[in-house]
């Protein structure tokens, strides 16, 4: 009797899993009855991200309750090298996010990447911006689903203060450090930047770079071919800019010591001491998120102004700096012996598009200030700030993947640490540039 009612509840789930499968005519793999276990990283440690995340592979679990996921966050900072650790000791998650270039190339060259090529032919997902999907591929294979959203670079800035102290928003750098100035001498400290993670001081270098040469040096210095170097004029021009920047006053003291995992850099515009911050566009939602009311009485945004001299030079001024992905899951799926452990890879590709992409999982993406790589969601946007997101990222002729994604691991752990040393002023651009074609070579020798 007992066999016989363990046979009917597993065939009654058998039919329960075909009927998801085939919900809404949708074509999407069929998945196991058995038990299984996933294990997902992640990098959603605050709010909404995290809730929002955790509900998709709650809403997943419910449905394929024989499916139970492993759900890790972990700290953006360290997560790259954590990534590395875990697969180095043959404990790398099944399902791990990443930001696509060149880690997401040597994850695959490692073997810790399922080609999801065909399976995207094949079954039904999300209509992914084309720009989401290429910088998910490498060498014409599919490695990553996007489910972040679309996220860019942007000067945020006071508009109380601005008024109050007479500016006008800047177009140019010229216009830029004149209104620095105006607000050194009202008090004000003008870019609230958190360098102690890194990366953020690397959006002032890339932005400086693409206003000087779009992405033509930067092309060449990755390359590294017919005389490509990153102490070319453009590289060294920009690490000038920002240390001349650092001697002036226009960031806050101590600025390799404070953290943006910590909010560090949205508190010195909170507390009104800084005046600008750039950043990702994510921090609309964080923002928002810690106070609406304050961010919508005090916070625009601009365009990363124009390098007026390189301009006439003929220099495109549209390079904005950013992804399309926002993030992509990638899949480790795989048995001990090498082969493609399928019934997992199945159930990855449905989380990542049914959950981490449906409806409900966008609404909510929508509602955070975050906008979807799938098309359609931009005209949907009807948040202020984030409109004029989409207007400047819709409108560029090029976007440039964040350096410390789009190079070789081994190259944006030089990359990160240089920022440190371009914002301690303990290195300049020469030397920063110097390391960075070392590194560079090598990544291309190996």
């Not at 509840?9 to 499968?21: E, K, N, R, T």
């Not at 060259?109 to 997902?125: C, L, P, Q, R, W």
């Not at 992405?215 to 170097?229: I, L």
Request: glycine residues 8%; hydrophobic residues 40%.
């Amino acid at each position: 009797m007992k066999k016989l009612v363990s046979l009917v509840l597993a065939l009654m789930m058998l039919l329960g899993m075909m009927s998801l499968a085939t919900a809404e005519g949708k074509n999407i793999p069929t998945l196991t009855t058995e038990p299984m276990t996933i294990l997902l990283w992640d990098i959603a440690t605050e709010e909404p991200t995290k809730g929002i995340q955790e509900d998709a592979v709650a809403r997943f679990m419910a449905d394929y309750p024989n499916i139970k996921v492993e759900q890790v966050h972990l700290q953006n900072d360290n997560y790259k090298q954590q990534l590395v650790i875990a697969m180095s000791s043959g404990a790398a998650p099944n399902m791990y996010i990443h930001w696509g270039g060149g880690p997401m190339a040597e994850y695959y060259k490692s073997g810790f990447v399922n080609d999801i090529t065909e399976m995207f032919a094949k079954y039904d997902h999300p209509d992914y911006f084309d720009a989401a999907i290429a910088q998910a591929s490498y060498q014409g294979k599919l490695l990553a689903l996007p489910f972040g959203g679309l996220s860019g670079c942007a000067l945020f800035y006071n508009k109380t203060i601005f008024a109050e102290c007479g500016i006008e928003v800047p177009t140019t750098i010229d216009e830029l450090e004149a209104a620095c100035e105006v607000l050194k001498a009202n008090g004000y400290v003008p870019f609230a930047l958190a360098n102690g993670s890194k990366w953020t001081g690397s959006m002032y270098y890339m932005y400086l770079v693409a206003r000087h040469s779009g992405n033509e040096q930067f092309d060449a210095a990755y390359s590294q071919a017919n005389g490509g170097t990153f102490t070319s004029e453009a590289f060294v021009w920009a690490a000038d800019k920002i240390q001349d920047w650092v001697r002036k006053g226009y960031f806050p003291d101590g600025v390799n010591s404070l953290s943006t995992d910590d909010g560090q850099d949205r508190q010195l515009m909170y507390d009104g001491t800084c005046a600008m911050m750039l950043h990702g566009s994510w921090q609309v939602r964080s923002m928002r998120t810690d106070s609406v009311e304050w961010y919508e009485e005090n916070i625009d945004i601009m365009p990363f102004p124009k390098d007026a001299e390189a301009e006439a030079r003929g220099v495109d001024q549209h390079v904005e700096v950013g992804t399309a992905i926002g993030n992509g899951f990638s899949f480790n799926c795989f048995n001990e012996d090498g082969s493609v452990n399928q019934p997992m890879l199945d159930a990855c590709y449905v989380l990542a598009t049914q959950y981490y992409n449906d409806s409900i999982y966008n609404d909510k993406q929508m509602a955070s200030g975050t906008i979807p790589s799938i098309k359609g969601y931009e005209q949907l946007v009807e948040e202020p700030t984030n409109k004029k997101v989409v207007d400047i990222f819709f409108n560029a002729s090029n976007v440039q993947l964040w350096y410390d994604q789009y190079l070789p691991a081994s190259v944006t752990e030089v990359h990160k640490n240089s920022m440190i040393e371009l914002f301690g002023l303990t290195k300049d651009g020469a030397g920063i540039g110097a390391d960075h074609d070392a590194a560079m070579q090598a990544a291309l020798a190996e």
